[in-house]
C-alpha cells in the first residue's frame, strides 16, 4: 500500500532541495483538528536556508503538490502546508489492500530477516506453573508474534529453571517422604508439597539443608541416581507446562534451560579468570561491579557450585554463537532488573560489544484479590486451574445469552482462554496490577470477549450476505466516505505501523488498545450505517469495508496470541 507519510515527503522533497525526504517524513504532523487537515507540513525550519518567510514557502509547496489524486485539498495557512486526503482515494486503496493480502496484511519487512531470540515463560522445573507465570508467557509470546510480523527471524527459547539448589531440596524430599505413584498422578503438585515439606522439616532440622547441598553437588556431578530423579521430575513438571502451553496456542523452537549449560559453565569460569574478572570473597569467587553501581555479582559458590548468572553467561555465550542473534530480548520480571543490568555489564567486561544486543524486557507483579501468593507456603493459583475457569465461567455465560454457535466447547475455550490473554495484554507491561475475574470476564468492557464479539459480527454479517460478498472487486468506494467509514478505515490503515510500533516498545498493550479502537470504529460503522442496504453497489463497497475490518481485528488478535472465533 501507498506509505501516505513517505508519498507527501517524497512530493514536498521534490520542492525542496536542501532537505533529505527522511527529514521531511520526520517533520510532518498529523494534526488533532480534522479542519487543519490529515497532515501538515510547518514551514519555519526552512526560512533560513530558503530566506524566505516561511508562509511563503508554505504557500510555494502548496501550490506545487496540490495537483496529486492523493489529496482532495492542499491549503497554505501561515507557515503551514495543510493536507487532506482524498478520501475515496484512501478508502479505495486501504481496503483493496486488506482484501489483496488477507492474512498478511499487517506484516512488514523492518526486520530484514535479522535473527532474533525472544526468551520468554521459563518457569522454574517441579514448581507451580501460577498466574504469575502469564506475565511472562503471555507478553513474551506476543513480543515473539510482533517481532515475527516485523519481518524478523525469529527463535523463540523457554530457558527452563531446571537446574540450582533447590532440586538437591527437592530430591532430599523425595527420598524422605516421596512416593513415586503421587507424583505420576500429580506431578508439579506433589513436588510442590514436597518442597513444602522440606522448609518446614528444615526449619527444624537444619542439617536437612546441608543434605540438600550434597545432593545438588552430586547432581552437579553427575550422580546417577540423582541425575535420573532430575531428568524424572523435569519430563514430569514439561508435560503439564506443555498442557498450558497448548492452551495458550504457544510453540517453542527450543527448551534449552539452566541445565544445558552446565557443562559450559567450566569454560567461562576459565574465561573470566584469563580477563581477571574474577575476585576472592569469603572463599566465593565474584566479579566486583561496584565500579559500575552495581552490586557483586557471585560466580561460584565456595563449595566450587555454579550459580543463576553462571549459566546465564554461558547461555548468552552459547546463543551468540548459535544464532548470531541481532538481538536477544528476555521476557522477565522486573525484579530481576539487577540481575540483567550484571550479566549485561559482565559481558561488556569481558569485551563483548554485542552485549548491548542484551534486552530485558521487564514488567510488573500481578497479585490477586484475595492477597499474595507464596510457593514455599504452597499458597498459590495454578495458571492451568485459571484457564480452565475461565472456559467453564465462558461456557456459562454462552448458554446463558443463548449465543449462537456450532460448538460450544471449541468457542467457551477462544474466548474464556482470549478473555485471559487480552487482559494480560490490556495493561502496560511495566505496571502491576490486580487480577480480577469480573473484570476479565465482561463482555461489554473493553475485553477479549468483546473484540471477539464485534469479529464474530463481522463474520456473521458477511454470512447474511451470501454470494453477494463473494466478489468484491470494483466496489465504489465513494460510498463509504463517510464520517464512521472513514474513521473506520483509517483505523485499520494504521494497523501496519501499530505493530512495528508496539513491537519495537516491547510492549503488546499498543496493539490491544489499537484493537479495540477497531473494534469501536467497527461497531461505530455498524450503528450508524445499513450495510445490507437495497442498493446493490452501496452494499458491495459497505461489505468490502467489514471484510477488511475482519481481516485486520483477525490479524491484530493473532499477534496477540489469541484466536477469532467465527460465530459468537
Ligand atoms: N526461571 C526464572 C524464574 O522463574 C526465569 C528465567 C529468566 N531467564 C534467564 N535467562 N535468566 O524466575
Redesign the pocket.
Known amino acids: 500500500m501507498i506509505n501516505l507519510k513517505e508519498e507527501i515527503a517524497k512530493l514536498i522533497s521534490e520542492q525542496v532541495a536542501d532537505l533529505t525526504e527522511e527529514e521531511i517524513k520526520g517533520m510532518i504532523e498529523t494534526p488533532q483538528d480534522q479542519k487543519m487537515g490529515d497532515y501538515a507540513f510547518p514551514c519555519f525550519r526552512l526560512a533560513k536556508v530558503l530566506r524566505k518567510a516561511p508562509p511563503l514557502i508554505a504557500k510555494d509547496i502548496a501550490d506545487a503538490i496540490r495537483d496529486n489524486d492523493i489529496f482532495s485539498d492542499v491549503q497554505q495557512v501561515n507557515a503551514y502546508v495543510n493536507m487532506f486526503i482524498s478520501k475515496e482515494e484512501f478508502v479505495e486503496e486501504v481496503v483493496e489492500e486488506v482484501m489483496a493480502k488477507g492474512d498478511e496484511y499487517g506484516r512488514s519487512n523492518v526486520g530484514e530477516g535479522k535473527p532474533v531470540i525472544v526468551?520468554f515463560s521459563?518457569?522454574?522445573i517441579a514448581k507451580p506453573f501460577h498466574i504469575g507465570h502469564i506475565r511472562?508467557t503471555v507478553i513474551g509470546n506476543s513480543i515473539n508474534l510482533l517481532w515475527d510480523a516485523m519481518g524478523y527471524k525469529v527463535t523463540r527459547i523457554n530457558?527452563?529453571?531446571d537446574y540450582g539448589t533447590q532440586f538437591g531440596k527437592m530430591i532430599v524430599a523425595y527420598r524422605h517422604w516421596g512416593n513415586e505413584e503421587d507424583v505420576r498422578r500429580e506431578p508439579i503438585k506433589t513436588l510442590l508439597h514436597y518442597y513444602t515439606k522440606f522448609h518446614e522439616e528444615a526449619e527444624k532440622d537444619p542439617s536437612l539443608d546441608d543434605e540438600a547441598r550434597e545432593t545438588f553437588a552430586k547432581l552437579e556431578q553427575g550422580g546417577k541416581e540423582e541425575t535420573e530423579l532430575w531428568q524424572w521430575f523435569r519430563d514430569e513438571s514439561l508435560k503439564e507446562f506443555k498442557r498450558v502451553y497448548n492452551m495458550l496456542g504457544i510453540e517453542y523452537d527450543s527448551y534449552a534451560g539452566?541445565s544445558f549449560y552446565s557443562d559450559k559453565m567450566p569454560a567461562v569460569v576459565q574465561e573470566l579468570k584469563d580477563k581477571n574478572l574474577l575476585v576472592e570473597s569469603n572463599g566465593a569467587e565474584i566479579v566486583d561491579l561496584e565500579p559500575y553501581g552495581l552490586t557483586p555479582a557471585p560466580i561460584l559458590k565456595s563449595d566450587g557450585s555454579t550459580l543463576?548468572i553462571t549459566r546465564?553467561l554461558a547461555?548468552a555465550k552459547y546463543r551468540k554463537a548459535t544464532y548470531d542473534f541481532y538481538k536477544n530480548i528476555?521476557v522477565?520480571?522486573s525484579q530481576?532488573n539487577l540481575?540483567f543490568q550484571q550479566l549485561k555489564k559482565i559481558l561488556e567486561l569481558m569485551g563483548y560489544e554485542w552485549s548491548k544486543d542484551i534486552i530485558h524486557v521487564p514488567f510488573g507483579l500481578v497479585s490477586l484479590e484475595e492477597g499474595t501468593m507464596s510457593t514455599r507456603h504452597g499458597r498459590v493459583v495454578f495458571l492451568e486451574d485459571v484457564l480452565n475457569r475461565a472456559i467453564d465461567e465462558t461456557r456459562e455465560i454462552i448458554k446463558e445469552k443463548g449465543v449462537a454457535t456450532d460448538n460450544i466447547e471449541e468457542t467457551a475455550k477462544q474466548v474464556g482462554v482470549g478473555a485471559v490473554v487480552f487482559n494480560e495484554l490490556s495493561n502496560n507491561r511495566i505496571k502491576d496490577y490486580v487480577f480480577s475475574w469480573k473484570q476479565v470476564l465482561d463482555f461489554n468492557g473493553e475485553t477479549g470477549p468483546y473484540v471477539q464479539y464485534t469479529y464474530a459480527r463481522c463474520a456473521s454479517i458477511l454470512r447474511n450476505a451470501g454470494d453477494d460478498a463473494k466478489d468484491l472487486s470494483g466496489f465504489d468506494p465513494s460510498y463509504i466516505t463517510g464520517e464512521a467509514a472513514y474513521t473506520l478505515a483509517k483505523e485499520i490503515y494504521a494497523l501496519t505501523d501499530v505493530i512495528i510500533e508496539a513491537g519495537e516498545k516491547y510492549e503488546p498493550s499498543i496493539l490491544t488498545r489499537h484493537i479495540v479502537d477497531m473494534a469501536q470504529a467497527f461497531n461505530k460503522f455498524y450503528h450508524d450505517e445499513h450495510i445490507l442496504t437495497d442498493d446493490k453497489e452501496e452494499r458491495k463497497a459497505k461489505l468490502a469495508l467489514v471484510v477488511a475490518a475482519k481481516t485486520a481485528i483477525k490479524n491484530g488478535l493473532r499477534l496477540l496470541g489469541m484466536e477469532a472465533p467465527e460465530r459468537m
Open positions: 526468551e521459563s518457569p522454574n511472562s530457558h527452563l529453571g539452566e543463576y546465564d547461555c528476555y522477565v520480571a530481576q540481575h
